[in-house]
């Protein structure tokens, strides 16, 4: 896995990270107070609370016993204390004991320790512990489907739990990675469907779903199963579930994105109107798509159908200037850009030359003089470019090619 992809996962991890913060603040019935991270002026004292929440459970226990039911209501107040003081060894442990508490008083899958395992899966990935949050992220996910019904609020627990599936994928965690792409498929799938029950097709509440099975299938068309070391005994005919459901996927790949992106479309066009921003964005994806899948004249009859959106409305000409001025890599989507963004001449370290031509092709690289020291990095570099289609400019309706790109861009060593 090359690095940008790994610096997304990471990225990535620390939004997931600060998501579960405040979904676990957020839990009806806890008394907690606003923290203010920027260092503002009302700020909790955490070493007062952390006193006074120890004090309370050694008065639980002396008075009901080690295994009282309120305890995992403290254990998880406490966890969170200690995660502002960036205590996160203590505060797992602490979240750990408050699960266990939970199960013996409520039993096995009981909701009562969602908040907890919540908390105990933000410090892990604090400490880096990535195969225990893949655990911790599996039984996170049993407890949820047996305890929540269908609805927005399951929908958004699936969503986080496709987002983590996407960053184990690029971290190689665990199970093979078309598995992966699999399960995050079934669960944007299974979140979509969950808010279809009570909105319109036409609801905003679908997009954070219908975004991620986009993702998805941009990932299941690259998959390629003798580039992934998890995944060198995967083949069509293993004997696996998940494995054939990634097959058929995969054998669907471009109807199901497209179907994807017309909703996407549809919700956007409805929303903010046919010649909005964001509807002819949707438009243009769906024409990335085609060029992505080499449905090359399918892209420029779609990319002319998105600029005839755009028509003769204020700030038209911009919008077309930026969608269509100059190549513009793909897939266009946060979380999938594996080149790097290009710099400013004299912010880069790597100059680089080539040409984009009217199939989104890169053509005639060429890597202008740096020093010994960036070597590695710079055919690392140039790796991904040519293995990197673009967006070819517009020009009186056709995709035109591009010459003498010149790019730089600052890698590390």
């Known amino acids: ?120 899966i933000t410090s892990s990935i604090a400490l880096g512990q990535y195969a225990r949050v893949d655990e911790l992220q599996q039984y996170l996910y049993r407890v949820e489907m047996r305890g929540m019904g269908s609805g927005e609020d399951r929908a958004a627990a699936l969503v986080k739990q496709a987002t983590w599936q996407f960053n184990a994928y690029q971290l190689g965690l ?8 699999a399960t ?13 029950e009570t909105e319109p097709d036409t609801s905003p509440k679908l997009l ?48 199901l994105g497209k179907s994807v992106i017309l909703a996407i479309y549809k919700i956007q066009r409805s929303e903010r109107g046919q010649d909005s921003n964001e509807a002819v964005e949707a438009l243009v ?54 080149l790097p963004p290009a710099v400013g001449a004299d912010q880069g370290n790597i100059l680089v030359e080539f040409r984009v031509d009217n199939r989104g092709r890169v053509v005639d690289l060429e890597r202008q003089e740096t020093g010994e020291e960036l070597d590695t990095a710079a055919d690392r570099l140039l790796r991904i470019l040519r293995n990197t289609k673009f967006r070819p400019r517009l020009e009186a309706g056709q995709l035109v090619g591009t010459d003498k790109l010149v790019r730089a861009y600052d890698v590390k060593p």
């Not at 159908?305 to 989507?333: M, S, Y």
């Open 1 to 120: 896995m090359n690095r940008a992809a790994v610096a997304v996962s990471r990225c990535l991890l620390l939004a997931v990270t600060l998501a579960d913060c405040h979904a676990v603040a957020a839990q009806p019935g806890l008394e907690t107070k606003e923290f203010d991270l920027t260092g503002g002026v009302e700020q909790l004292d955490n070493r007062d609370a952390e006193k006074s929440l120890l004090e309370a459970i050694g008065q639980i226990e002396s008075r009901d016993g080690a295994y009282a039911a309120d305890l995992p209501e403290q254990m998880l107040s406490l966890g969170l204390a200690l995660q502002q003081q960036d205590r996160h060894g203590e505060a797992v442990d602490v979240f750990k004991r408050g699960v266990h508490l939970a199960r013996i008083n409520q039993g096995l899958y009981c909701t009562e320790q969602i908040p907890l395992l919540q908390g105990e």
């Open 174 to 181: 665990g199970e093979q990675g078309a598995e992966r792409l």
């Open 285 to 338: 994806g769906l024409g990335d798509w085609a060029l992505w899948n080499d449905r090359v004249d399918d892209a420029a009859e779609i990319y002319r159908l998105a600029l005839a959106e755009l028509g003769e409305r204020d700030g038209a000409k911009e919008e077309q200037q930026r969608l269509f001025g100059e190549p513009v890599p793909l897939p266009d989507i946060n979380g999938l850009r594996d």
């Open 208 to 255: 954070p779903p219908l975004y991620g099975l986009l993702r998805t299938q941009y990932l299941i068309s690259e998959y390629r199963a003798d580039t992934d070391q998890s995944a060198s005994s995967f083949s069509p005919g293993y004997a696996n579930t998940q494995a054939n459901r990634f097959y058929a996927y995969r054998a669907e790949n471009y109807e």
């Open 184 to 196: 995050m498929w079934d669960l944007y799938r299974l979140a979509w469907s969950d808010i279809g």
